[in-house]
């Protein structure tokens, strides 16, 4: 896909197959099935070379077990602080359910695109999220707060299936503190339940965006994206300003593989996060 | 002590039964050696001891979903063309160990990886093999990460390719501009005539070797324009298929239009077609596995029982299964449409987008040894026929 | 291995038990578990045998942690015991072609059990038998299945491996060709016109048989996506006689819905 390709410095170029060993400090459960691992190396030269950044992605390892990419949801501007918002869900993060703080797990890493903070800088943006997608972007939302002075007006918009399937819930407040507008709708209320109902994109509805100067960026279900992505071409934003990260089966995270092609992207090398007009002539593509 | 050489770029002959003292040579040298022999009904790579063991006096004929070997008394020792294996097996090899790891006292010991084996000589690649190695190193070796079991192998490879002098009807090289002459990518590259062999220096390597074998001469210029000759006739005859109505139950020669192939498959991902072709195909992966270019492979874990024990197993894979494409919400792609469309589209349209080079070389490979005789060729002038 | 538990959970943790079962069948997939011995010593502290006829008389009684099922149901109380052991198995894993699709003496179903007992036995009053013989799947749930006729043994030990670590055992389920080419086997079917089941046949086995020249005969049942269809046609095409094809489909695997299948479309056509 042409792109350029940046060789993190934790990675080793010439054998990319090599691991850090790194512990589990803390495991934190967010909601049913889903923990946040913080992890450390246990090498200090190893962590003092390790930054990664907002929307890139480890591989965890667990030996005889396999390999799983998982999306780094920490904050870029404190690489030691390594978070993993981690659902179990197969092989490798089911076994890591079963893990205990101190264990040792093997790491490779960080790989992937980034979302293009930087060029965000000076723009509104619009964060649209669900479910688990919200992992993925909390790098973004820490970028954002650590020079909020820098952007424009941001939203973040976030659905999950029920209130007790929100992620991060006790950090909404400060997120809003940082005059971040942060609208949150669930699929199905409960009875303590007062806030939106209905699906990520409906909150577009009461956004009055400038698409000029409008950055998007969705992460979650490929459904629930497209009708993000509906919504903001409705809005005239441009499909260059809309970026979205893509799920595959990312196996070897170094393109060799083939697991994770989406038409001419290798999702784990040039992706997760692509530009809504590279990915458009795929995403209506049946079992593309 | 100076070392004794043939230059670059030179042009040697010696008579035929020479050719054993190249194989002595390799040995010599320390290569592990392996060229063309006559297995199970088919020219396989295998190890060469002798030029005795050599298919001479064989061609293949082949055709889709068949091959069959026949004895022709005018045969040299080289006009089988290509056979199921290709170097890809020697590079990329079917499974190999990336890793091994011991727990000790509750912590994982990573074992450096094996060293490569001893040095390998390749006798027999033709030019479709060189330039597929050519797209397997850009694969492997020339994007940001480097394989480094695949760069050992590599690096360690001696080539001494062979220039074909009779083409099989799924060959279509010259569609593809990948051949039917090798002009580089070889340490050596044979031409065989009917009275010798000549040989090109393709590499400091090559050099150092033929210096060391016993009774070759400088090239007459005749003998030279011999062998180009031999090589320009073939392509010409390549180029005219389709001129000439081809002999009754002949199979027909293949070749591909490659004009604007990307965006034709691009622009067609619902094309009938697709579907047509469905009905046809297995999805038992053979085209996959015999593509000298094809590169996706799996990782496993393969543990003891007490789980203390793990190697991580690297094995060839294909998009026509279902765990290629594996996610926990489900496969992406279910059908043997999907997976059909994945293959064609990425060998001939995408791979260029990732790799600046179509990942077909025309060696024809996925036609002969698919069981069912699909035809790439066919399926993409019939998408072109009814293109949008 | 954590499926719903029956199990009293506040039990101090104990050795994962394994059952072993047997119904119609010849005791070859028992015997590739009895081989694979040297294995299973280095787990042999780590999980119990509760239940193995073939190898010790003494028995554990259920419920039990892991049951293996060999063998197909073919008498009524067949029926009845694999129901029973269903309750008592938390993780049910069928292993061999006779407890996955019915096994060879599945061939019975597309003939009349009652002309057979009448020419075989002496005294047939005393056979009592199923008109059908039926894959274990076709009476109670199932959670894992290891094809073969028989049984790999590295498939085998896998499965135990992955179940006791922790993980899906993996157990490749495309093609008997996948195997064939990275062992570097020329193709029977290719190069000799010999019809080969190998590319719509589960791989597992290693692709033996077209390394000996011998044609695959589908022990390992249908793979993922089975297109029989197709692959008869072009051996018929081949000149192979439909006879010959119903034969080949119809065998350790016969019964298995797509083979099935196919060779009922054979005979109709």
């Known amino acids: ?288 | 002590m100076s070392v004794s050489t043939t230059p670059v770029n030179s042009i040697v002959s010696f008579e035929k039964p020479r050719l054993q003292g190249l194989l002595d040579a390799l040995k010599q040298a320390g290569y592990r050696v392996v060229g063309p022999r006559v297995a199970d009904g088919a020219v396989v790579y295998d190890e060469l001891d002798s030029i005795e063991q050599l298919p001479l006096g064989m061609i293949d004929e082949q055709d889709g979903g068949k091959y069959r070997l026949e004895r022709d008394a005018a045969a040299g020792y080289f006009d089988h063309v290509v056979g199921p294996h290709s170097l890809k097996r020697y590079l990329f090899p079917p499974q190999e160990t990336l890793q091994q790891l011991r727990l000790k006292d509750g912590d994982w010991h990573v074992e450096p990886p094996r060293v490569a084996d001893t040095p390998l000589a390749v006798i027999g690649p033709r030019s479709c093999d060189l330039h597929a190695m050519a797209i397997q190193d850009r694969v492997f070796l020339e994007g940001p990460y480097v394989d480094p079991g695949y760069r050992a192998r590599r690096e360690r490879l001696f080539v001494v390719s062979v220039q074909c002098r009779r083409a099989a009807a799924t060959c279509f090289c010259h569609s593809m501009k990948t051949g039917p002459r090798a002009s580089r990518g070889f340490d050596l590259a044979l031409t065989e005539l009917d009275d010798c062999f000549v040989i090109e220096v393709g590499s400091e390597r090559g050099g150092e070797v033929l210096a060391s074998v016993a009774g070759w001469k400088t090239c007459s210029a005749a003998t030279v324009d011999r062998a180009t000759e031999q090589s320009v006739r073939l392509e010409r005859s390549m180029n005219q298929r389709g001129a000439a109505e081809n002999a009754p139950h002949a199979a027909k020669p293949r070749q591909l239009d490659t004009r604007d192939i990307r965006d034709l498959l691009l622009n067609n991902l619902d094309h009938p077609r697709w579907d047509e072709v469905a009905e046809r195909c297995l999805s038992c992966a053979n085209c996959t596995m015999v593509c000298p270019t094809c590169f996706c492979s799996s990782v496993s874990e393969v543990s003891d029982l007490t789980g203390e024990q793990v190697r991580r197993e690297r094995t060839w894979a294909s998009c026509f299964t279902a765990e290629h494409s594996f996610l926990s919400s489900g496969v992406v792609r279910n059908s043997t449409t999907a997976r059909y469309r994945q293959w064609l589209t990425h060998k001939l349209a995408t791979w260029i987008d990732q790799f600046d080079t179509s990942g077909c070389v025309g060696c024809g490979r996925c036609i002969t040894w698919c069981p069912v005789g699909i035809d790439l060729t066919e399926e993409v002038a019939a998408i072109r026929e009814t293109a949008k | 291995m954590s499926k719903t538990s029956d199990h009293n959970s506040t039990e101090p943790a104990k050795k994962p038990t394994i059952a072993v079962f047997k119904f119609a069948s010849c005791d070859g997939c028992q015997l590739s578990l009895l081989d694979a011995e040297d294995e299973l010593l280095a787990i042999a502290h780590q999980v119990e045998i509760a239940y193995f006829l073939e190898a010790r008389t003494r028995t554990l009684a259920g419920p039990y942690d892991v049951g293996l099922v060999e063998g197909s149901i073919t008498t009524e109380h067949d029926a009845e015991r694999i129901r029973e052991i269903r309750r008592q198995c938390r993780f049910l894993v069928t292993i061999g072609a006779c407890a996955t699709s019915g096994g060879i003496q599945a061939l019975r179903n597309w003939a009349d059990v009652g002309e057979f007992i009448q020419q075989i036995y002496a005294t047939p009053q005393y056979i009592n038998t199923l008109a059908t013989s039926t894959a274990i799947a076709d009476h109670v749930p199932v959670d894992f299945e290891l094809r073969g006729c028989p049984i790999n043994k590295d498939q085998l030990v896998e499965l135990i491996t992955a179940l006791v670590i922790g993980r899906v055992p993996r157990v490749p389920n495309y093609s008997v060709c996948v195997e064939c080419k990275r062992r570097g086997t020329v193709c029977v079917a290719v190069a000799k016109g010999i019809s080969c089941l190998g590319p719509v046949t589960q791989a597992g086995c290693g692709a033996i048989c077209p390394a000996f020249n011998r044609e695959c005969f589908g022990c390992y049942g249908p793979q993922e996506l089975v297109n029989l269809k197709s692959l008869c046609a072009h051996y018929e095409e081949q000149g192979e006689s439909r006879d010959h094809l119903v034969r080949l489909v119809r065998n350790y695997n016969g019964y298995a819905a797509e083979f099935r299948a196919a060779s009922d479309a054979l005979e109709q056509q």
């Open chain 1, 1 to 288: 896909m042409n792109s350029q390709i940046q060789v993190a410095p934790t990675v080793d170029a010439a054998n990319p197959w090599a691991t850090h060993a790194v512990r589990i400090r803390e495991i934190e459960p967010e909601v049913r099935d889903v923990v946040t691992y913080r992890l450390a190396f246990e090498d200090p030269a190893v962590a003092e070379r390790f930054r990664f950044q907002p929307g890139q992605f480890n591989m965890l390892y667990l030996p005889g077990i396999g390999e799983s990419a998982i999306s780094i949801s920490s904050d870029p501007d404190d690489p030691q602080r390594m978070l993993h918002t981690v659902r179990a869900v197969g092989n490798v993060t089911k076994a890591m359910a079963r893990k205990q703080v101190g264990d040792q797990l093997l790491l490779r890493g960080p790989f992937g695109s980034a979302w293009p903070v930087d060029s965000c800088e000076g723009q509104d943006l619009v964060i649209a999220a669900g479910g688990l997608g919200l992992a993925p972007v909390r790098p973004v939302i820490h970028y954002v707060m650590n020079r909020r002075d820098r952007f424009g007006k941001v939203w973040l918009l976030y659905g999950a299936r029920s209130p007790r399937d929100l992620l991060y819930t006790s950090q909404y407040d400060r997120w809003r503190e940082a005059d971040i507008d942060v609208q949150i709708t669930v699929d199905l209320g409960d009875d303590q339940w007062d806030g939106h109902i209905g699906v990520v994109p409906v909150l577009f509805d009461r956004l009055q965006l400038d698409a000029s100067r409008t950055r998007i960026i969705t992460c979650g279900p490929e459904i629930m994206m497209r009708f993000v992505i509906a919504e903001c071409l409705s809005q005239k934003i441009e499909s260059k300003q809309i970026y979205l990260s893509m799920e595959r089966n990312m196996n070897c995270a170094l393109g060799f593989c083939g697991h994770c092609q989406l038409g001419p992207a290798f999702v784990c090398k040039d992706g997760p996060v692509f530009t809504h007009e590279q990915m458009e002539p795929y995403l209506d593509v049946q079992d593309f």
